[in-house]
Structures are given as C-alpha cells and as structure tokens.
C-alpha cells in the first residue's frame, strides 16, 4: 500500500490556479495508479482524476477537463493535480488515493490521504 499526504491547498479566487502534490510513502508506488478525489459539505465524494502507474494514460471527470491535469513523477513518488480557473464549484477537499489500475470506481481506492482544503472565492 500506499501511505498519501496531500499538500497545496488553499484560498483562491475564482479564475485562479492551484497546484495539489500528493507525497506517497511506500518503495511500491510506481505498482500504483494513483488517483484524485474531492468532497464538498453535505455532497459524497466524487471522482476528480486517475493517472495509471506508468503516467500514459489519464482521465477527468467531465466536470474538471479541460481545467485540471493530473501528473506524476515516480522518482519522487509524488503526484500532482493542476487545477486551472477554478470555480466556487470546485470548493471541496481533496483526496489523494492509490488503486491497482487507473479507474473512476471510489471502491477501487485504498490507503487514503487526510485530505487538503480548496477554496474558491467569487
């Protein structure tokens, strides 16, 4: 298993810009695809964006393409999320999670983060 710490949330206004890193301990993290979740109050965690093991393939929630853009860099056992023009909308609090493979299924995922606050201010 993985063991994620996310970092790199914060205060932003509307139209701005954040970088999420996700440091996952662990000598087995490039066997992991790695994936990012969000939860806003009173809504049930939903799927952001997964990046398989070797980074080659990625997919978003419809909502985020074209704005978000997960990576990974597997030296650094680390993965990020940039997230572009974000909106109020995208106030939650991100999770980094790992799973076997590259999916949106949320039961695929294990070995949770504790999290990191966005807020988007309009």
């Known amino acids: 298993q993985v063991q994620p710490v996310e970092s790199g949330g914060g205060l932003v206004q509307a139209g701005g810009s954040l970088r999420l890193s996700c440091a996952a301990s662990?000598?087995?993290?490039?066997?992991?695809?790695m994936g990012w979740f969000r939860q806003a109050p009173g809504k049930e965690r939903e799927f952001v964006a997964t990046?398989?093991?070797?980074?080659?393939?990625?997919d978003y929630a419809d909502s985020v393409k074209g704005r978000f853009t997960i990576s990974r860099d597997n030296a650094k056992n680390t993965v990020y999320l940039q997230m572009n023009n974000l909106q109020s909308e995208d106030t939650a609090v991100y999770y980094c999670?790992?799973?076997?493979?590259?999916?949106?299924?949320?039961?695929?995922?294990?070995?949770w983060g504790q999290g990191t606050q966005v807020t988007v201010s309009s």
């Open positions: 999670t790992g799973a076997p493979w590259a999916t949106r299924e949320f039961v695929r995922y294990d070995s």
């Open positions: 990046i398989s093991r070797d980074g080659g393939y990625t």
């Open positions: 662990g000598s087995t993290f490039s066997s992991y695809a």
